[in-house]
């Protein structure tokens, strides 16, 4: 009993002198209304998880701003001339976060077999990680030497690169895997700037500066800047919001209708009375919204929307821009290119996609024997009640052309079932990328993509199609995979098996007096180079 007394007299007094010993300035606030379950990189699924995996762990490469591929524990690497072989050459500089399971507590050195360990982890059977995926095409890896890996491919693969700076590819202590078990997600010891320093689940995540951690600016001086990070769990966006506004929440990810009136002019602009007190930094998020079409017979496709000409009139019947402007106060981009979003390194402004053009949808809708709706039946168009806003306007925009909607409105898990299973005729749908290449969002079209077995869930099938993918899949020149890339989008127009309606932005509300926060397409949270003021 003396003990447990003494544990929590102890908690006590090292919390009470944490918060007294940080440099005012020097923490950073922010909430998650998700909840966090697991600060295990392997586990890192959830925009919540990932930001907080993204300041405890690192790997052996890491994105810039403009999402290029750079090193960060690896200093260099050399791909093979068959492109099967990776080698990484690892820095001498880098140390795990101090913990007991390390003799006398101190971090120990990173080395090239922890990345080994860390990535036959990933795709164990036994973990079950989310990220299996990721080492899918890993035949080997190994480590000659503490500052040389290896990794031999299965096959080549031109986003290997690009999916080796997710957080999932961390670099992780043993130690602390086998000491701590299935209890490592609720004690990780990483790489990353900062380390643990508190957590209570639901209520409170606390972060402390890792002296140790490698990276510096450029000047010279260490990072991170700051001495802590706090992270709290409010659920609720409108209570979320008021802390901010009391100046108790540093940062706001995005912004909430209920207070979209509050933060925001009807143009997307920041509201005067916030000037001086409030930045709002923005930039193009690689999440792309669109509507989605169930091709091929089946017991659950609609006839009509066989019709090439149909879907192209109903992407050429729907004003974007106004229904940016009134439902998403100009918080996105008209999506009037392809599938690929802006702010991927592939995107381009040449591409000729739908834009609004009521004219040529009326006379889309007469060549495919619909003229005015005439003969056409109600087509119903599936989405989750968080879209509806959506759905509704694209219902009252088609009416206009004799297009009838019928909106099914699904919960989720609902909606999340069906849609696998190839039940939903017409639906509203997003895909953000995981990884800033655009064969995220190309392999969706893929034949052997068809869902339930891929993300291909408007069964688009394509012999052309599938042959420039693999084209594409084999190039390893960047600006010649480009060019096969934007082949294929054109093909996903061509053919309208979707219709994009719009690319997001990223949004942030930040507080006067903080640097080091502008935002990237990947909408990854880094705060090593923050400075709070």
Partial sequence: MKNIFFAIFLLLFITSCTQRELPQGMVFRYNESKDITSLDPAFASSQSSINACTQLFCGLLQLDEKLNVNTCISNSYNISQDKLFYTFSLRSDVFFHNHFVFPNGEGRRVVASDFVYSFYRLRSPQLASPAVWVMSPMDTCFAPNDSTLVIRLKYRTPVFLSTLTMPYCSVVAREAVEFFGKDFGKNPVGAGPFYLKQWRQGEKLVLRRHKKYFERDENGAPLPYLESVVTTFIPDKQSEFLEFAKGKVDYLSGVHPASRDELLTRSGALNPKYSGRVQLLQ????????????????????????????????????????????????????????????????????????????????QLLAEAGFAKGKNLPEITLSTTDDYLDICEFMQHELANLGIKISINVLSGAAYRQQLSEGKLAMFRASWIADYPDAESYLSLLQSKNFSPNGPNYTHFSSKIYDQIYERAMNEADEQKRFSYYRELDSLCLANAPIIPLFYDKVTRFVRAGITGMEPNAMNTLTLKKVKSL
């Fill in 283 to 362: 930039a193009p998020y690689l999440n792309t919204e669109y509507i989605g079409f169930l091709l091929g017979e089946s017991d659950f496709s609609s006839s009509a929307l066989q019709n090439e000409k149909l879907r192209k009139a109903i992407a050429h019947g729907v004003d974007k821009k106004k229904m940016i402007r009134f439902l998403r106060s100009n918080l996105a981009t008209p999506a009037e290119q392809g599938f690929v979003p802006q702010g991927m390194p592939s995107f381009s402004e040449q591409l000729n996609g739908f834009s609004y053009n009521p004219q040529k949808a009326a």
